[in-house]
């Protein structure tokens, strides 16, 4: 039994078909026939059953196989995640991931700072949303990430950097414009545009809304989208009014985007550094997290 063979296996399932697990796999029906036949060999037992039009079923051995595979399958992506990581250790390799706010707007000026004083080390940077980014601190991914959250979880050391505040954007010419602070029942009769599931953002907003609110926050919204350079571009082409980071209008310094505040709703929060605690004393890691707090977030 191999990795390969329980891929194949996995993906016939998906597929739902031999056909098409053939197309998506870009090889020919009888090359994955003889797959599997050969799975069935080893093991001595019926794997699969075509139904109804080719249709695949599982056998109770199947079912076996199928919880079996997925487990290997996962402890195998996580082997090569950790031997990446332990590749690019050893070339003095630091992997950032980050959400939106810090990716777009803080991190290129920090990394430049950071790699004049530390030549000797590369960063990759990844930006993603603050829930991919603690995905990938889990699955060894990354070494250490930005997020707009704080989160308490024993295998991270989560440290606030940078002072925001969320508030909500709307066209310089927007009747809210000129208002300081409006109510919630105005926000949720207006066209919102709303980040993605997973977004820090939108969990903070929706943390401090009522169930009901929560649901008619989401029936307003008349787009999601996956940044906040995509909502900020979406506000100023006047698809509607969004929440943002106070930091990203005020890093990008043009006037035709107002921020507002809404009542009850209390925006100010930190964005957050946070990596492994078991990876804490890696030294590209340590020079990072120390250059970071010594500057006090050099926003």
């Known amino acids: 039994m191999n990795i390969k063979a329980l891929q194949t296996f996995l993906t016939v399932l998906e597929a739902g078909t031999l056909s098409a697990a053939a197309h998506k796999l870009d090889i020919s029906q009888p090359a994955i026939s003889k797959q599997l036949k050969a799975l069935e060999s080893e093991l001595g037992v019926q794997l699969l059953v075509r139904g109804r039009r080719g249709v695949i079923e599982l056998t109770p051995a199947g079912q076996l196989l199928r919880e079996y595979a997925e487990n290997v399958l996962r402890q195998y992506q996580s082997l090569l995640a950790t031997l990446t990581a332990l590749k690019e250790q050893s070339a003095g390799i630091l992997r950032i991931a980050a959400s939106t706010t810090p990716g777009h707007f803080f991190l290129p000026k920090w990394l430049s700072a950071f790699q004049q004083r530390h030549a000797d080390i590369q960063t ?76 820090a953002t939108r969990q903070f907003v929706e943390g401090q809304l009522s169930p009901e609110e929560r649901e008619r926050l989401t029936q307003a919204a008349v787009l999601e989208l996956g940044s906040t350079h995509a909502v900020l571009a979406a506000v100023v082409a006047g698809a509607g009014i969004g929440f943002l980071s106070r930091l990203a209008l005020d890093e990008r310094g043009r006037p035709d985007v107002v921020a507002v505040r809404v009542q009850g709703i209390d925006g100010r929060r930190h964005l957050y550094l946070v990596y492994p605690q078991k990876r804490a004393q890696w030294p590209p890691l340590r020079a990072f997290v120390d250059f970071i707090l010594r500057a006090g977030g050099p926003a």
Not at 130 to 152: C, K, N
């Open 124 to 199: 990759h940077l990844f930006i993603t949303n603050s829930a991919g980014v603690l995905e990938r601190l889990h699955a060894g991914q990354a070494d250490l990430g930005f997020i707009g959250r704080q989160v308490a979880d024993p295998e991270l050391v989560c440290t606030p950097v940078v002072e925001d505040e969320i508030v909500l954007a709307v066209p310089a010419g927007h009747p809210f414009a000129s208002r300081q602070i409006i109510s919630r029942e105005e926000l949720l009769s207006e066209r919102l545009i709303l980040r993605e599931p997973g977004s």
